[in-house]
């Protein structure tokens, strides 16, 4: 059970990952450091 729950943790950080890859778009709900922000 405990595997099966982290593959669809990570399956999910992976498709989040790429959605901000290809479109740009940033998951709702995330805040960036300001250092970040400034940069990026």
Same mark, same amino acid.
């Given at each position: 059970? %405990?595997? @099966?729950?982290?593959?669809?943790?990570?399956?999910? #950080?992976?498709m989040?990952?790429? %959605?901000? @890859?290809?479109?740009?778009?940033?998951?709702?709900? #995330?805040?960036?450091?300001?250092?970040?922000?400034?940069?990026?």
């Amino acid at each position: 059970m %405990r595997r @099966v729950m982290l593959v669809a943790m990570a399956r999910k #950080l992976a498709m989040t990952l790429w %959605r901000y @890859v290809e479109t740009g778009l940033v998951p709702e709900g #995330l805040t960036m450091p300001a250092k970040a922000a400034a940069t990026g």
